[in-house]
């Protein structure tokens, strides 16, 4: 998925990445949660949903090579779904820093965000 991206934005992207692990049933992050981070599926399967009342409706299910969450630690706003390992499930974590928050990134880390955004993303 991000192959195509130029070293320098992939070295930064390594930089900032740290793996995850989530057991099946486990949470990566809830509905209303503050986006501080975005992730990329490496194995497993995870679903995405929302809810109203007490009502509960599945958004998405990401397998390996989805993204997740870039539009809530773009935007600095609260998340709009909750995600849930459905399986045993690793991902990369990456960190979005603030100066990202403060629109002022450039650079290889605003390429790789930029990219990832755009190609229709959850959470």
């Known amino acids: 998925m991000l192959g195509c991206l130029p070293d320098a934005a992939l070295d930064t992207l390594a930089e900032r990445a740290r793996p995850r692990s989530y057991a099946a049933g486990e949470t990566v992050f809830e509905e209303g949660a503050p986006g501080d981070c ?4 490496r194995s497993g ?4 949903w929302r809810t109203e009342g007490v009502e509960r ?5 990401l397998a ?9 630690a773009l935007d600095r706003t609260p998340r709009t779904a909750t995600v849930v ?4 499930s690793e991902t990369v ?4 820093p603030a100066v990202l928050f403060s ?3 450039t650079g290889p880390l605003a390429v790789v965000i930029a990219y990832v955004a755009s190609i229709g993303l959850y959470a």
């Open 38 to 41: 975005m992730h990329l599926v």
């Open 45 to 48: 399967a995870l679903e995405v």
């Open 57 to 61: 409706y599945v958004l998405a299910h």
């Open 64 to 72: 390996p090579g989805h993204a997740f969450g870039e539009l809530a």
């Open 85 to 88: 390992a459905i399986e045993d």
């Open 93 to 96: 974590e990456i960190g979005v």
């Open 103 to 105: 629109r002022q990134i």
